[in-house]
């Protein structure tokens, strides 16, 4: 399937994603603010591919000037349930909505991958005041975590997609895969973890792209088998999520 038709299928499952998908730590904001060296309060933000909302409304907590850009009518909708005061156009990152020279801060949460970086980088810039900043991250997989990473092989071969890559980029591969080559970077990790209801793991889990696409009956089929592996290794029924958040921030000239 395209990627374009992946990243739209999240529309069918916004309020499952709003309700069971991870926020992320304030230990990532903080780092933000550091690379931008200013706090978020005050700030004027876009946050693209904002989803349901997760990481806008962290920006909104921290006092800043946020509006969210999404591309999907149904995970617009949930949006404006979760956040009804905070302004949402509709748009990707590879256009953006916006004024030149309008914004601060531009985030990119779980969502940088799906844009076209010969096209997205250029319109961040674009939107960007001088000396403005482009943040992405994802909360990625803890391959160190025996369980979670056993968990991943299982969702690839069930759902016939590559598995995760055991290794990660290092910083300088990191910042050319995110089309940031020639821009002042600093790139940080910060793990954390979550302890959550098994009937939420299996929720998150289901709301990857890759289950979605799969349709129900495969999904069911999954679930059925990975329950029972779970119960076996959380008998009171609470999994404990482990995370390693991956942020990059690039500054504009």
Do not use: K
Not at 212 to 235: D, K, M
């Amino acid at each position: 399937m395209a990627v374009t038709s992946r990243a739209s299928s999240f529309n069918e499952a916004a309020a499952q994603y709003a309700a069971n998908r991870p926020s992320y730590p304030p230990a990532v904001l903080d780092a933000v603010e550091e690379a931008m060296g200013r706090p978020l309060a005050g700030a004027r933000v876009a946050d693209v591919g904002a989803g349901t909302g997760i990481a806008t409304a962290l920006l909104h907590e921290r006092g800043a000037d946020v509006v969210a850009v999404e591309p999907g009518a149904g995970m617009a909708t949930q949006f404006r349930r979760t956040l009804p005061d905070v302004p949402i156009v509709r748009g990707d990152g590879n256009a953006l909505p916006l004024a030149d020279a309008s914004r601060d801060l531009i985030t990119y949460a779980q969502s940088w991958h799906w844009t076209d970086t010969d096209r997205s980088v250029p319109e961040a810039l674009r939107v960007l005041r001088p000396g403005g900043a482009l943040a992405v991250w994802w909360n990625t997989t803890a391959f160190d975590v025996s369980w979670i990473a056993a968990q991943d092989e299982r969702i690839a071969a069930h759902c016939g997609v590559r598995p995760s890559p055991r290794t990660r980029p290092d910083d300088s591969r990191a910042v050319r895969l995110a089309g940031f080559s020639g821009l002042c970077c600093v790139r940080r990790h910060v793990r954390w973890s979550r302890t959550v209801p098994l009937d939420t793991h299996l929720a998150n889990i289901t709301s990857y792209s890759a289950f979605i696409v799969l349709g129900e009956a495969g999904t069911q089929e999954f679930l059925a088998e990975e329950r029972g592996r779970l119960r076996e290794l959380f008998p009171d029924g609470r999994v404990e999520e482990a995370y390693l958040v991956d942020l990059l921030v690039a500054i504009r000239p």
